[in-house]
């Protein structure tokens, strides 16, 4: 079979493309195993886990009410499984409203232009252009015992099995996905520890942002730093977690032991039949999201680069608009424009150049701030602890980063990044009237203290 | 007492003029009948509002995790006090870092550059510059039994006599004060009636926006249209509000009658004395927010522009920095980038040009939308009702309008407001790659659906 | 024969679309009678005119000097001609580049997809999408010795014969190309008359940049208004202009005669077997530059929107990237953002929104303008009449709008341009350092005059 | 005698922020020994240099038309003096229009607050605010015969006593100021030795700009590096100048010896009496303007960081704008977008990070360029030699610097400029359609490249 386009996966990183081509005229086929679009972030990622952190959020906050919800967490699983079964529908129609063809099946290369899709039966197909949107999954580190850990795949994948909450849980990981488990899991009721292998958490964030955050997230939870684990193993009804510590051998017992260690690219099978070249990260891209063969891209988590729902859909936009272009690139992603949340309690969120990064460059910055404990909105759900962080370039003020710590990270991040992204000034964002009694105040407010 | 600026009012069209000019080296006299920084917005008007509109959509919103949360209001007014006494406290701190003086007492204009302050005595005062900073008040149309009626000052003061929540509750009004009012009560488990005076509610603004929100609103809430009020009479436990309806009196009974018809300009005495001019809305000024006497200038409520405390903020900053350059202006007011929020259940959110205006004033207009039945946020709390729209200059693609209705719309118009009021292009929004799974998303989707 | 895109016309608006879709991988042909890219412009329009006007201005100002050039018109032409031999010279070195095929040859269409290629032999061609880009010709007027008169192809086309220069010339027309030609020919020595049937100059300027110009305009120059032509007539060593003025038939003597009354656009033959539409400008297209059938681009001269080579370049490329993403558009022209000169003594530039179309719809403005006589670099050339103008949106001192009237003016219209096209802001322009001694300063300086 | 603002300076660096603050209502004396508005560059820099200049171009470009212009260096010194003296009268006309008193005299100060005029008589000044704004002056290094030299500022000086154009000069420096004559002279027919005393020119800008602009000088131009000056010494008719070579001693003879060795500022008396600090390279100033002082300011050369007059006019302005806030800053200048030209025959402009920056900070960049031998309008004038390119930082495709080498470069750079003042990127640049045929046009064209 001939066609224009060949992506593999139907996630993020795919599907935008194959929408988008084919408006454009193209003939796509698509190809997912899972049978359905929206790949890792919805069958077992961001989407299941932030539903059930949005119901953690409200269990919280009704303390404020002097209620105590019970924590039903078989009806939080309904929930987001609710969800799930929502979206994989809109997706059908989606699909439905396009002319790509997909197919629920694996993909294996033949070489630059050929591959075969391992579906029902064996399809042969010859592309001009091929995406590589395979995505990435949950890194398994080696360890006896290591098979009785599950993942945050196990965790939230729809109809997952695990729907009574743990009583005690022990997490493996010091990154993002450790910590956004740690603290939802602890407002649930679970008895958390956490074991880290290094002496900081959150490698690769700004480090007065990692510390902030630990010294607001619940001191409730157990953390444990310098703990690389050693072994897991089961006893009657729960589980042993064996490490080390200080050169002791410590345990912990727990009836869930959640591995966190980090995702890892998956490549599609008979990869190494192309050209395409990777390295530690994943396949080696550019920002024209074209791999070392130039009809061949791979955007989204399989480059490692910005491993982020929202980050491969506009890079699968990139690469289709560079296929439309016919490989001669006319789109470019700015990694550096994507805004990153790590959902813990208190959620943060950051974008572009932050101290440490400016500091290594040589970038001279004026900060500006706005506490959170001054907010309104903070005021009334009174989680006043953390702040808008304002990075600005000193000679033209341009905006280059900023964070926030803290109440509506997620969202606020966002108005942040519209206007680095487009090179803002600390006046531009100043001379808004942010909406009151709104915590986007803190951003204006942040940038009016430069003036 | 000879000082350099002397501002009326310690609200939000005051209080950040005198901090501004204060750092400035300028002396800065202010005077407050309240005794406290904040204004009507903190005393009585949006902080304490939604302070209470909060706690009513997560008493709305538990309902997701089978959880009836019982009303108690008593509660609720509790915690809206507690709001109100942090942020008067904090605003105590903030003034005794600065070198204002302030007094509690009215100000009584003499003539262009004189007045008199009158507290617990009478203070003389000769400034180069004056600052009306006087604000609005709930207006009160005049029919037998307006007396009875309180007004949404009553419902959210500090320290308001309501602890007890209403029944059957009737309001008089058809803006968004009424609207605000009768979703979350309906919410909290009031019975609401609502008497608009004419055939259209929130006269103003879109038609297509309105008439939008109106059909979200819970139908549960008993709206009559042309409906004006006759008389309010008191029978034995309850109010009787006697209106008139198609040529028929007719008739409801309720335990209050909130009287929510608009605001008025508050006026300091003696304005009369100067050449300041007025009009229907209040003290004429330009975007400089100078007034037609040079050395006066009227931010906020008072000139009736633009009614919202993040609006009088900016305005009292335009005049700080107009008394700064000796009255010949330096900076202006963005009127137009102001955004909107009606914090109605659903919420609505708009700024800038919208197609009514649009078409009024001949611009060619390219829509972009996104419905929230899309949105995974919008999904995960079942609140899928509404959408984000965007409005593009045709010839530039330059966003110069847009609108939320709906889930998180007074957090989200600040993205799109930013970005309006800094002349970003649809490509622009387009290219930003928001949040996921965050409502955000929606601005970028909108924006791509051009391309 | 079968190709992805047929190209009708080789100038400003079809090359630069035939060398991008090439890149993209697209199969283009590309014919043009000429036999030469580069249309219009370089072969008898702008490229040939301006390289006269060039050495005119030359002579003109070599007078600061004490140094009266003779006029040598030979010798100006023949360096016009070597000027447009360097670029045709060059367009043939950047088309062989391309996997573009170019033939000497008209194109007829045949349907919304065929055409026949007339050249050396015909050439049937069947194409995915079309792009006419057949531009525009002198528009010639119905009168009695309408034959005996030249026009600007005639006086600046290659080898033009044309190479002594005309004592006395009647100029019949009150557009640019009339004033042009007017203001250069009588700074080289010939006496001009023109001849305006109307009461204005160049109408659809704004009437305030016209009069200005009109005022400084060389008064040697014979305008003469409300003056249709009647009749050319030849006599024995010149032409008889006979016009009507005033009721009485007026002549003039001259021994060239320049009808310059504007441009119509040229169609293809056969263009009504195809469902375009035209209307009196030329073919109907909107931004997207796509006709009223989907796979037809129209750019450039052929829909009469923005006659200049520098707008159908952009169209070219708007043409090209909606060709690229399957006519779904991807790309739209911002007609508004398109400078425009005219070539006079002095020139004038402008863009944008001028009073004149302020006032229409009703947008408030604010002016800023820097006069020349201020400036520097214009008191070195002793061109001190006109200025730089400045047009903002008052509300969000956006810029919208400019003109220049005098010294650089093709070339500072270029820095309003960008700025506007971009949507800055006075305050943005006002904080630009621009180069001194050049007449730019005179752009930030007038954008300084608001603060 | 009490003021608000004392000015030392009435170049460009002081009268602006003079009028500015007038204007605002503050007391301001102005005083500058001159007693002349415009400084060194009105005075005998920019303004007449740049005059010269325009005419030698002129002449230049006469030969275009066969024509060999007579060099008549009294009448181009004339011609200089005469537009200095428009000025001078034009300065005079702007000061009347204000209330700043202006006095012929030098400032000697005597600490933070006060100082005396030393004019017709002694004049004490008490100041809140003191902006030194004294400039700088040629640097002349210490040799045997020095003071035989004559600088820029004999030159190009008012009523400069040099009329005559020299036969033979020497040129002494390898800077811009050495080069811009260099160039100049050459053209007007002097025979121009230039000594570099190491072994580059134009030390502190981009190494691949200043050896592009080296390969495009005139070889007529004799330039020696590693040839630092020993002694200039007086014979008969003209100058010995003895320089070192190779360990040899050089010789060349000249009728005028020009020491461009770069320029130093002229820090007022009393300087030491204040606390403010000095470095290697004047007073230190952040970009604020502020001295380490905080009622001292120090706009323009003195602090030697942008040593341009369009650069001071803006600093001033910083200053002034700062003086009205009292001093808590609310205006910065962005040293890093000023244009910077230098006016050699072809000329060379840039702005912003260069390759080399780029490289020493780490900075990835794309680079996009437009050769002039492509360029109508360098076609036209037969100067095809030099290029505009542009860079763009990776990621963000953000316009972050720029250089045009060639004609028109003075000019050209301001539309760059201001494009990466305000944060353009490489597509908003694409989309623009530039002025045809202006060499402007290389603007776009080059950003178009790159997609």
Redesign the interface.
């Known amino acids: 079979m001939d066609v224009d386009v060949l992506i593999a996966g139907a996630g ?1 990183a795919g599907y935008p493309a194959a929408f988008r081509l084919s ?4 003939s796509v086929i698509m190809a997912d195993p899972k049978g359905e679009l929206g790949g890792n ?1 919805l069958y077992q990622g ?2 299941p886990s ?2 059930v952190r ?2 953690t959020q ?2 919280k ?2 303390k ?4 105590n ?2 924590v ?1 967490f078989q ?2 699983q309904n ?1 987001k499984d609710k ?1 799930q079964e ?2 994989f529908k ?1 997706h059908k129609s989606e699909l439905s409203e396009t002319h790509v063809e997909f197919i629920k099946g694996e993909v294996e290369i033949v070489d630059n232009h050929n591959a075969i899709i391992k579906g029902d039966k064996d399809l042969n197909v010859r592309a001009k252009y091929i995406i590589l949107a395979t995505g990435s999954e949950p890194f398994r580190p080696k360890f006896p015992g290591e098979n009785l850990c599950i993942t945050s795949d196990d965790l939230y994948k729809y109809k997952s099995p695990i729907r009574e909450l743990p009583k005690e849980m022990v997490i493996i990981g010091g990154g993002y996905i450790a910590f956004e488990a740690a603290t939802m899991f602890n407002i649930l009721g679970t008895k958390v520890h956490v074991l880290v292998r290094s002496d900081k958490i959150l490698r690769g964030i700004d480090s007065k942002l990692s510390s902030t955050l630990l010294s607001l997230m619940d001191k409730n939870i157990d953390i444990r730093f310098n703990s690389p684990v050693l072994e897991v193993k089961k006893n009657s009804k729960s589980l042993d977690v064996i490490f080390s510590h200080n050169g002791n051998k410590e345990l912990l017992t727990a009836d869930q032991v959640l591995l966190a260690t980090g995702r890892s690219p998956v490549y599609p099978k008979g990869i190494e039949k192309t050209e395409v070249k990777t390295d530690r990260k994943g396949i080696i891209v550019d ?1 024209s999201i074209i791999t070392s063969v130039n009809n061949i891209f791979a955007p989204g988590d399989i480059n490692g680069i910005s491993m ?4 491969a ?2 890079q699968s ?1 990139v690469a289709a ?1 560079n296929i ?7 789109d ?1 992603m ?8 790590i959902f813990t309690f208190p959620p943060i ?1 950051y974008i572009g150049i932050t101290p440490d990064i400016a500091k290594k ?3 001279e910055i004026v900060e500006a701030s706005y506490p959170f404990a ?1 907010d ?2 903070a ?3 009174e989680e006043t602890e953390g702040e808008i962080r304002l990075f600005f370039e ?5 905006l280059i980063g900023g964070w926030i710590i803290g109440i ?1 990270a ?6 942040i ?3 680095m ?5 600390a ?3 100043a ?11 803190g ?1 204006s407010y942040a940038a ?1 203290s430069i ?1």
């Open positions: 993020g408006k454009a005229g193209f972030c961001c989407v932030k539903t949005e119901l409200m269990i906050r009704a404020l009410l002097n209620t919800i019970d039903n009806l939080i929930h969800v929502t979206r809109q920002n982020f729902f929202h980050s859909v506009r936009l608009h439309m272009s016919g490989g001669t690139p006319i470019y700015d990694f550096n424009s994507v805004p990153k949340t969120a460059n040589g970038i001054k309104s909105r005021q009334m759900y000193k000679t033209s003020l341009r509506d997620p969202s606020l991040i966002n108005e990044g519209i206007a992204a487009n090179g803002l000034t006046r531009q964002i001379d808004y009237a942010d909406q009151h009694p709104m915590t986007n105040e951003v009016r003036f």
